[in-house]
């Protein structure tokens, strides 16, 4: 069974939650963010797509930019495709 709900009560903007433990973050059609078992994955190509994107990224990972850049630079964060 999956869960889906509206950040901040947004459209377009959603967490999915689904029966394997994993949180998904959409906006839109796409797919920008996945959690599972303490790591984070990030799609490589809609990950830093517009401030919108941005922002809620953020607010579904708890970091702001300059941290996720750095965690992807230091290999914490993988760079995927999840489309």
Known sequence: MKKVENINNRPNQ??????NGSEYFQS???IIAKKHNGNIYLDSHYWDYSKTTSKYRNIFLGLDSKAIKKLIKDNH???TNLN
């Open 14 to 19: 959603f967490i999915i939650y689904d029966d």
């Open 77 to 79: 964060i993988i760079l």
């Open 28 to 30: 839109y059609k796409s």
